[in-house]
């Protein structure tokens, strides 16, 4: 069984390359499915002046959408949620992220991407039930003003 003289020509085993290549396609689908849960595009903002970006160093962020009839849908949530929903929902999500935390503190930042035709007491509620859960960064999210 002499491997020297064969003549034969051998083909490299690509299956591990392949194999790469789908888990990677798969990866940046699943990513990409995420990111477009996430901003729902039947929200309009409202405008403001003073928006400013998404600060990159917040690195764990919930974000909250609330659609024009005041319910509020999240990532993993199949439905729009109603306030008492919502508050059960914050409430098991901040219990999980305390359980997560090495030293206990939650550093969840809440991004709440609220329609500008909501009513603001709907707003206003729904940063208070995050606060009553524990939630300490809370973010508004607006739509910059075209000068």
């Known amino acids: ?9 051998v083909e490299p085993n690509l299956t591990p390359l ?9 990866f940046f ?19 403001a002046s003073s928006a400013r970006p998404i600060d990159a160093s ?3 962020v919930l974000f ?10 999240a990532v993993g949530r199949e439905y729009p949620m109603e306030l008492a929903e919502t508050k059960y929902y914050l409430k098991t999500y901040y219990e999980d992220q305390q359980r997560l935390a090495k030293d206990g503190e939650v550093r969840t930042a809440v991004v709440l991407r609220a329609d500008g035709r ?3 007491v709907r707003v206003y509620d729904l940063l208070r039930i995050c606060k ?16």
């Not at 069984?1 to 020509?9: D, W």
């Not at 009553?132 to 000068?147: E, K, T, V, W």
């Open 1 to 9: 069984m002499s491997h020297g003289g064969s003549s034969e020509y």
């Open 118 to 120: 909501v009513n603001y």
């Open 132 to 147: 009553d859960q524990g939630f300490r960064r809370l973010r508004l999210r607006a739509s910059i003003r075209n000068q």
């Open 58 to 60: 917040e690195v764990d």
């Open 18 to 26: 392949l194999d790469l290549v789908l888990q990677i396609l798969m």
């Open 64 to 73: 909250l959408n609330v659609n024009p009839d005041g319910k509020v849908s």
């Open 29 to 47: 689908i699943i990513c990409a499915n995420f990111v477009e849960e996430q901003f729902s595009g039947d929200i309009l903002l409202p405008v």
